[in-house]
């Protein structure tokens, strides 16, 4: 479980790089100083470190409690990063959706990212007028970031098996019926 957290925090740290760096390219005016550097780096590795031990957790078979490990983690979204939110539920949305039609398994990611790219393109955004430069690039950048807090989301949340290898939902034994035929009481 140490090893799936440590990747957690990793694979955060790159994603927490990511945010900053379509930050200032979707920036008008960016100004950007070590201290909120640091706070987005540390707040996305102890959200993503969280994911990790959740995967962990759900390998070794341990407790579905570990599923609050990445809860201190969501405080990223509290501001502007709430941002992101639609888009990477839609995509977690259109993961769990496996074995549905490619349209219903697509439909809530093009949502969520219409959602999350509103604000930023829409007619009452801050930069409606102007484009910075490397916009466009920082768009792309959204739109992965968003994708990949998706599938985090969406690791976070999966079925978690239960001992012995089934999930929750299937391998349970039914009960056999009662029949008077059979009833010797």
Known sequence: MLRAAGRGVLVGLAWG??????????????EFTWVGTSAILA??????????????ARRAQRSRWWRLAPVAGLVLFAGPGSLLV????????????????VVIRVLPLLLGLAVTLYPVLGPDSEGAGEVAPGAWLGLALVVVATIW????????WRRWAVPGG???????????????AYDMG
Do not use: K
């Open 86 to 101: 639609p888009g990477a539920v839609g995509t977690a949305v259109a993961l769990a959706l496996h074995g549905r039609s």
């Open 43 to 56: 707040m996305s590795a102890v959200l993503w470190g969280g994911i990790g031990l959740v995967t962990g």
């Open 149 to 156: 807090l998706g599938f985090g989301l969406h690791a976070w």
């Open 166 to 180: 089934a999930t929750p939902t299937r391998g349970r034994r039914r009960a056999a019926p009662r029949h008077a």
């Open 17 to 30: 790089g990511l945010a900053r760096i379509f930050m200032r390219l979707l920036s008008t005016s960016p």
